[in-house]
Nanobody, 131 residues
Framework: QVQLVESGGGLVQAGGSLRLSCAAS????????MGWFRQAPGKEREFVVA?????????YGDSVKGRFTISRDNAKNTEFYLQMNSLKPEDTAVYSC???????????????????????WGPGTQVTVSS
């Protein structure tokens, strides 16, 4: 089992920045990848960004490239972050982090963007961007 807790959400004006955190506990040594997804009211869950926990390589959703950056705390190896810059009202959503544990075989890069691929989820944190 892996437990995930997000923090850092809030209200910000358009053009501003926020930094979200996701803290993992439990079987963190089994984590293969971590991701951020978001869901706005009445919309489907959308892929934001993911990171391969072992290589550190990141995959970004098209709508956030150049504005959002994922990073991790290499010392703790149990926390990762989402730095969100140049925020827009359309970024308003509940942001959730997710974890994928041990996998077998090779996977394609687009797998990181599939919410159903992940095994564990945090409860989410609200981000609201005002115009």
């Amino acid at each position: 089992q892996v437990q995930l807790v997000e923090s850092g959400g809030g209200l910000v004006q358009a053009g501003g920045s926020l930094r979200l955190s996701c803290a993992a506990s439990g079987r963190t040594g089994s984590i293969y990848a971590m991701g951020w997804f978001r869901q706005a009211p009445g919309k489907e869950r959308e892929f934001v960004v993911a990171i391969n926990w072992r290589s550190g390589y990141a995959y970004y959703g098209d709508s956030v490239k150049g504005r959002f950056t994922i990073s991790r705390d290499n010392a703790k190896n149990t926390e990762f972050y989402l730095q969100m810059n140049s925020l827009k009202p359309e970024d308003t959503a509940v942001y959730s982090c997710a974890a994928k544990i041990n996998i077998v075989g090779r996977i394609s890069s687009d797998t990181y963007g599939r919410a159903t691929w992940y095994d564990y989820w945090g409860p989410g944190t609200q981000v609201t961007v005002s115009s």
